[in-house]
């Protein structure tokens, strides 16, 4: 599904589209609107409120908006209508995760994001099969939280398998939002995590999280390592990457490469050049498994300086497709100039290539262009 035409003229969407607090989010309920995780009607309806002068404000919209779909998701689930039950559970988390938003002038409200993950879980629970909240042994005494949502095409065991990685771009609930839809309709399970910026103690960094999920998948879940795929969330770092190399055993990754570890480098060592010292900096470990890595138009990296730097590092590895995002795309529901959702297609696609490569599954195999 797309916006209808025209919505973009929309003046009270325009409105909160060039809202600098509310642009982003405003962006994004956009974007899941294509999957059908709110309504587009309800958005426009929410955006008049919100800009009128006598309106509810933007929190208490989308707040009263959630709520509504709380209580149509609890009459379905006692009438026994499971699909829409389901439905009204991802519309109000989605809700209640607009309402929750630092952005907003009262700040964030811990208490509307509780809700957002509550109605989620009862949305995993309402799935066929269920999905479910697990928690992930890392480091004592912490674990890491996350969304497992299985399918029904395939077994837990020989089935494709995505770990999605929230860092600080993202929640583990935004992006599971933007990403259902294209891992569902390819038949991969789908496992969003949280990974904290910071681990509970010195002993290790946080990239030690991406072992730790690639041991609960492969000893825990029977899942073998040749069926699992990762993506990052498209942050300001390598941490990803780092985790994704420190492991070695993923069919795939989606990730920056490990750029922002060698731009920081390189400043790093521009610097002490300056000032006459001579920098050591230690090699970082390269990525062997095939890697796609994504670049956003809008924050002005120059193509073919990355794909030096790539070569440079990752020497080994001839399997590397460097995309470019967000040159071409228009309309309101992009976010910073992209379209996250097809982004998310091709991505998922690609994905998939490669875990049937690995497999071995070469007829389904369709080559990819651009690589380096």
Same mark, same amino acid.
């Given at each position: 599904?797309r916006l209808?035409?025209?919505?973009?003229?929309?003046?009270?969407v325009?409105?909160?589209?060039d809202?600098d607090?509310?642009?982003?989010e405003f962006?994004?309920?956009l974007c899941?609107?294509q999957?059908e995780?709110?309504?587009?009607s309800e958005?426009v309806?929410a955006?008049?409120? &919100?800009?009128?002068?006598?309106g509810?404000?933007?929190?208490q919209?989308? @707040?009263e908006?959630?709520r509504?779909? !709380?209580q149509?998701a609890e009459?379905?689930?006692r009438t026994?209508? %499971?699909?829409?039950?389901q439905?009204?559970?991802?519309?109000?988390?989605n =809700?209640?995760?607009?309402a929750?938003i630092?952005s907003?002038?009262?700040?964030?409200? *811990?208490a509307?994001?509780?809700?957002?993950?509550? /109605?989620l879980?009862n =949305?995993?629970?309402?799935?066929?099969?269920q999905?479910e909240?697990?928690a992930i +042994?890392w480091l @004592?005494?912490?674990s890491?939280?996350?969304?497992y949502?299985?399918?029904? #095409?395939?077994?837990?065991?020989?089935?494709p398998v995505?770990v999605?990685i929230a860092e600080?771009?993202r929640t583990?609930e935004?992006i599971?939002?933007? !990403?259902l839809?294209?891992?569902r309709?390819?038949?991969?399970t789908?496992? /969003?995590? $949280?990974l *904290?910026? %910071?681990p509970?103690s010195s002993r290790a960094? +946080?990239e030690t999280?991406i +072992?730790a &999920?690639?041991?609960?998948?492969?000893?825990?879940r029977g &899942? $073998?390592a040749?069926?699992i795929a990762v993506i990052?969330?498209?942050?300001p770092?390598?941490?990803? #990457?780092?985790?994704?190399a420190? $492991?070695g055993?993923?069919?795939a990754?989606?990730?920056d490469g490990?750029?922002?570890?060698l731009w920081v480098?390189?400043q790093? %060592?521009?610097c002490g050049a300056a000032?006459?010292?001579v920098q050591? /900096?230690?090699?970082?470990p390269?990525?062997?498994?095939p890697?796609?890595v +994504?670049l956003?138009a809008?924050?002005?990296?120059?193509?073919?300086?990355?794909?030096q730097?790539?070569?440079e590092?990752?020497?080994g590895?001839r399997?590397?497709l460097?995309?470019v995002?967000?040159?071409?795309?228009?309309?309101?529901? #992009?976010l910073?100039g992209?379209?996250p959702?097809?982004?998310a297609d091709? !991505?998922f696609?690609w994905?998939?290539?490669?875990?049937?490569?690995a #497999?071995?599954?070469?007829? /389904?195999?369709r080559r990819?262009e651009?690589r380096?």
């Amino acid at each position: 599904m797309r916006l209808v035409s025209g919505i973009q003229d929309h003046c009270d969407v325009r409105g909160l589209l060039d809202h600098d607090e509310y642009s982003g989010e405003f962006s994004r309920l956009l974007c899941v609107a294509q999957n059908e995780g709110v309504s587009f009607s309800e958005c426009v309806a929410a955006a008049k409120l &919100i800009r009128s002068s006598n309106g509810p404000g933007w929190r208490q919209a989308w @707040e009263e908006l959630a709520r509504s779909h !709380v209580q149509r998701a609890e009459e379905a689930r006692r009438t026994g209508n %499971e699909p829409e039950a389901q439905k009204s559970w991802l519309h109000a988390a989605n =809700y209640f995760m607009a309402a929750a938003i630092e952005s907003c002038p009262e700040g964030a409200e *811990p208490a509307l994001g509780a809700l957002a993950r509550s /109605c989620l879980h009862n =949305y995993l629970a309402h799935l066929t099969p269920q999905g479910e909240t697990v928690a992930i +042994p890392w480091l @004592e005494p912490r674990s890491l939280e996350g969304f497992y949502l299985p399918v029904g #095409t395939y077994s837990a065991e020989t089935g494709p398998v995505v770990v999605c990685i929230a860092e600080t771009r993202r929640t583990k609930e935004e992006i599971l939002s933007l !990403v259902l839809r294209s891992a569902r309709k390819r038949g991969m399970t789908l496992l /969003c995590v $949280d990974l *904290p910026d %910071e681990p509970p103690s010195s002993r290790a960094g +946080p990239e030690t999280g991406i +072992p730790a &999920i690639l041991d609960y998948l492969i000893d825990g879940r029977g &899942i $073998d390592a040749k069926r699992i795929a990762v993506i990052s969330d498209g942050s300001p770092s390598s941490l990803v #990457t780092r985790g994704i190399a420190l $492991d070695g055993r993923i069919a795939a990754a989606v990730c920056d490469g490990g750029l922002w570890d060698l731009w920081v480098a390189r400043q790093t %060592e521009a610097c002490g050049a300056a000032l006459g010292m001579v920098q050591g /900096c230690a090699r970082r470990p390269a990525v062997s498994c095939p890697m796609l890595v +994504p670049l956003l138009a809008s924050e002005g990296i120059e193509p073919g300086h990355a794909r030096q730097l790539l070569t440079e590092h990752h020497p080994g590895n001839r399997d590397i497709l460097l995309k470019v995002f967000g040159e071409t795309s228009s309309g309101p529901w #992009t976010l910073n100039g992209y379209d996250p959702i097809l982004v998310a297609d091709f !991505v998922f696609d690609w994905v998939g290539q490669q875990l049937k490569a690995a #497999t071995g599954d070469a007829d /389904c195999i369709r080559r990819l262009e651009s690589r380096l």
